[in-house]
């Protein structure tokens, strides 16, 4: 082999070296030239290469965007295709460019017409921001026939206006759009020295939760939500759409979710035209303010977007949040201002020289001299020779080029030469050279006036369109429709909603957990499905309620190694899905005799029959739930007796022993909540109702589910609904122009339904309302048109207690600024009510009741004829089955003695062992 042969194979390179240089060397470009804007304008190469070809076009008229594409097409090599989705896609962000045609809707998804009948302009603002020759620093075009800019000189943070998204090579980057007014008063504040914050803002409206922006950063998340408002209890209405998504999707994702049964809706109707309106009716006895959160929670009615601010920072990625980038857009246009008015200067102070020249060349009569000069190097000569003197009081020397443009100056000009004219002129421009240099001698001043000017003349019109709350976590058990049938089997130990020829418990929704207790004392936790099993002899299954700090379940067990039973109160508020616990002792002898679940916390009282055989003196006594303390599921509970125990019922079903649920309202996010966010508004018993009073004069009843919406920007009052409380209100009569206020008690009882108590004029407005008994009421008003003046009457002075439709007393005060009211200590005067008396109970009535309740052991009764208020319970009997006697129906007329077990509420189970 030859040397030479030998050195070409040393120099070969591997394939796989090739491949990594190759891969690297693609990656860059991708991400270089195609995907990922430069910090300093904003844009992709794409873009800059449309712009900067529509301004080569641009005459004032509209182009065709097809010849835009092929203008385009001398910069950019990679197709027309990719060039017309990013006219159309600037175009819709209605900022730099003028449109003409269909250019498709960015709310329905519907695309732009064609290139060729589509027109496009640049827009006055892009004419005043983007381009300046003079500051663009230019490379060749790709085959080298063409210059075009490195970067355009934007004065402005366009990046952060417009938003973009870009996939590259192991790179991406999603900048969220932001407002243009905001962007440019952050600007104002970073010039200033003072802290910024900006969130997104989005043509399509909506409500953003910005909690978790983390300034645009990797790890950040925003939460979009559609504007639903309830246009009566039958209808929701979509007025605004989140961000991502459009009419089309977002209908689709609806039907979707009402076709798995997630909601359950009758219709949707899409009447998006100029305004978005997507209506959609509820199926019967579905509630309102649970479909809007079920929306949420299962809709594209809420999208949840990462950002991930990446852009080119001198030939390289860079991941900076929304602040820096902001920082570095407005020291840039900061700094291209210094450059426009250093240009400036520059070319006032050639004006102002120039203008000298011509003065001392004309009126000295220079141009006499070179009449009798015979060469054109001696003319040159003699011009200069007579510029000498003055030479001194010019800002740089006299050059050839100078004299040159001199000579040039024509006879008739010469001729015509006006002194004083000269003189303004040469006034005009030391004024504006003064300004030039004081402009640069305050930069950061005329800075700030730039973009205050920018503000004043494009900010109209372009106010935030997407509504920035705080949103409440929904949860999707909680708010998702029962869509589905749970059934057990207790023998063979299974449930699911594929068990349909097995016992019907309750209905459940598809994604629900579900608990299970056994009559060994294990309980578990787990997913619904089709059919699961979960362990033999299962005596109560149901829906879990993550977090349920109401439901209490109470147990007696007979320890399997003492025999000794033990009663015991727990909950169980979180647990491991599919983890067994014990809720009696370890034995494996150890069973459950009693159990019952109760929703409000009830404690009942049971009876205890011991056997027969039994040592024990008392072999029936009763034991009250009520005296027991609620503990962990763990707990090994209070010994209840040590005897062998022959049977458990229930005596007497018992109220709950948790008292009232505080709740409170929090108007950030305009819901109820138990955790003591917001404003308490009372403690509530399961009969108890929420009073809201509307800005709109409406009054309306509700119950105090967590579920319900109160929008803050409505409400005026919200709390607990005294019914003897007496409401003062004040309001404005659109009707007649004038004040009235009014007292009244609230008459009705309906829950979920308003009641208008002022006029039903579309001017009338709620101005003020307490539910203080005998409020002082503050009115100030201007009796001579310019002067405040206060004045404080009791309320008992201006209105009488009536009837809530009463229309109520005039404020005679023309000139009414401002009502409020003022509580005072007076309470209502108390009623005092004859306590209930209870009926006096003879020796022998007792002695028979207590018969019956020995003998009496199961309920006859049916399920309908069971109340909601007993909780519902199972009882797990000993083997050997006792004797029974049937009390007779004379003997059940005589008493009131509740059976020992009854029939659970509907949606519940009875199992007897």
């Not at 303010?289 to 030939?315: G, K, M, R, W």
């Not at 407005?330 to 011509?358: A, H, P, Y």
């Not at 009282?605 to 009250?624: E, G, M, R």
Request: include cysteine.
């Amino acid at each position: 082999m030859s040397e030479t042969a030998d050195g070409a194979l040393q120099n070969q390179i591997a394939v796989a070296g090739m491949y990594e240089n190759w891969f690297l060397e693609y990656a860059s470009y991708v991400i270089l030239e195609r995907a990922v804007p430069a910090v300093e304008d904003g844009l992709k190469p794409v873009q800059r290469r449309i712009l900067h070809a529509l301004k080569e076009m641009d005459d004032g008229r509209f182009n065709k965007v097809a010849n835009v594409i092929g203008q385009t097409m001398q910069y950019h090599p990679h197709g027309d295709a990719s060039i017309n989705d990013a006219i159309v896609n600037l175009g819709q962000k209605e900022l730099l460019f003028d449109c003409q045609g269909n250019w498709g809707d960015n709310r329905t998804g519907d695309s732009a017409a064609a290139a060729r009948y589509i027109e496009v302009r640049l827009s006055k603002f892009a004419s005043d921001v983007v381009f300046n020759n003079q500051t663009t620093e230019w490379q060749m075009s790709y085959d080298g026939r063409k210059r075009e800019p490195v970067t355009l000189p934007i004065k402005f943070p366009l990046l952060l206006a417009q938003g973009v998204e870009g996939i590259a090579v192991g790179l991406a980057t999603k900048i969220m759009p932001h407002n243009f007014c905001e962007i440019i008063q952050a600007s104002i504040d970073i010039l200033n020295n003072k802290k910024v914050e900006l969130y997104p803002d989005f043509l399509l409206g909506g409500m953003m939760d910005a909690s978790n922006y983390n300034d645009g950063l990797r790890g950040g998340k925003i939460r979009i939500r559609a504007k639903i408002d309830e246009l009566d209890k039958k209808t929701l209405v979509i007025t605004e759409i989140p961000f991502t998504t459009t009419t089309t999707s977002l209908i689709d994702s609806i039907i979707k979710a009402n076709d798995t049964g997630k909601i359950k809706i009758k219709k949707v109707i899409d009447n998006t035209a100029k305004d978005v309106e997507i209506q959609i009716q509820l199926a019967p006895g579905i509630s309102p303010d649970v479909t809007i959160d079920a929306l949420y929670a299962f809709t594209d009615c809420e999208v949840s977007i990462s950002p991930n601010a990446c852009v080119i920072i001198e030939d390289k990625p860079h991941f900076m949040g929304v602040g820096e980038i902001l920082r570095v857009s407005t020291n840039q246009t900061v700094d291209l201002l210094r450059q426009e008015l250093e240009i400036r200067k520059g070319e006032l102070m050639e004006k102002v020289l120039f203008s000298s020249l011509e003065k001392i060349f004309i009126e000295n009569r220079i141009y006499r001299d070179i009449e009798e000069c015979e060469t054109f190097e001696l003319v040159i000569q003699t011009v200069d020779k007579g510029l000498e003197p003055y030479k001194k009081d010019f800002y740089r020397e006299i050059t050839e080029e100078d004299i040159l443009r001199l000579l040039e100056i024509r006879i008739k000009r010469i001729s015509k030469f006006d002194s004083f004219k000269a003189d303004e002129l040469m006034k005009r421009l030391l004024d504006e050279l003064a300004e030039v240099e004081d402009h640069l001698a305050n930069l950061i001043r005329f800075a700030i006036d730039y973009f205050k000017n920018l503000l004043a003349k494009y900010g109209k019109g372009r106010e935030r369109r997407t509504e920035i709350k705080n949103f409440n976590t929904i949860s999707a058990t909680v708010v998702a429709a029962a869509n589905q049938k749970l059934y057990v089997n207790r023998e063979d130990g299974f449930i699911g909603y594929g068990l349909k020829k097995d016992e019907y418990v309750m209905d459940c929704s598809d994604i629900d957990d579900i608990i299970v207790f056994r009559s060994n004392g294990t309980c578990v936790v787990t997913k619904v499905q089709e059919k699961v099993f979960v362990g033999r002899d299962i005596i109560y299954c149901s829906v879990f309620k993550k977090n349920d700090d109401r439901k209490v379940y109470n147990v007696v067990y007979l320890d399997g190694k003492s025999g000794t039973s033990y009663v015991k109160r727990f909950k169980v508020t979180s647990v491991t899905r599919d983890r067994e616990y014990k809720v009696s002792s370890d034995n494996a002898k150890s069973k459950l005799t009693y159990f019952s679940a109760n929703e409000n916390g009830e404690a009942e009282v049971i009876q205890i029959s011991l056997t027969a055989n039994c040592t024990a003196k008392i072999k029936q006594f009763d034991y009250d739930f009520a005296k027991l303390a609620i503990k962990g599921r763990e707990s090994l509970g209070n010994m209840l007796t040590k005897y062998p125990v022959r049977k458990i019922t229930m005596k007497s079903a018992g109220v709950s022993t948790l008292g009232g649920v505080d709740i409170w309202y929090d108007p950030t996010i305009g819901r109820l909540n138990r955790d003591g966010h917001g404003d308490h508004i009372g403690n509530f018993e399961p009969n108890d109702s929420i009073l809201a009073i509307y800005g709109s004069g409406n009054y309306e009843l509700t119950n105090f589910e967590l579920t319900n919406r109160y929008p803050a920007e409505e409400i005026m009052y919200l709390k607990k609904f005294e019914p003897q409380a007496i409401i003062s209100a004040a309001y404005f009569d659109g009707s007649n122009k004038t004040h009235l206020i009014k007292r009244f008690h609230l008459e009705t009882t309906s829950l979920d339904k308003k009641f208008l108590f002022i006029s039903d004029h579309k001017a009338s407005k709620l101005i003020a309302v307490t539910d203080n008994y005998a409020p002082n009421v503050q009115i100030k008003h201007k009796p001579d048109g310019k002067t405040n003046e206060l004045e404080i009457i009791p309320i008992d002075e201006l209105a009488e207690v009536r009837g809530w439709k009463a229309l109520g007393s005039k404020l005679n005060y023309p000139k009414l600024v401002e009502v409020v009211f003022l509580a005072t200590e007076e309470e209502a005067p108390v009623v005092e009510k004859a306590p209930d008396v209870p009926e006096p109970v003879e020796m022998e009535e007792a002695e028979e009741v207590e018969e019956v309740a020995e003998t009496v052991s199961v309920s006859t009764e049916t399920p309908a004829e069971a109340t909601s208020e007993e909780p519902e319970f199972v009882v797990n009997f000993p083997k050997e089955k006792p004797e029974e006697e049937k009390p007779s129906i004379e003997e059940k007329k005589e008493d009131d003695i509740p059976f020992e077990i009854k029939n659970p509420p509907k949606g519940e189970q009875l199992g007897l062992f």
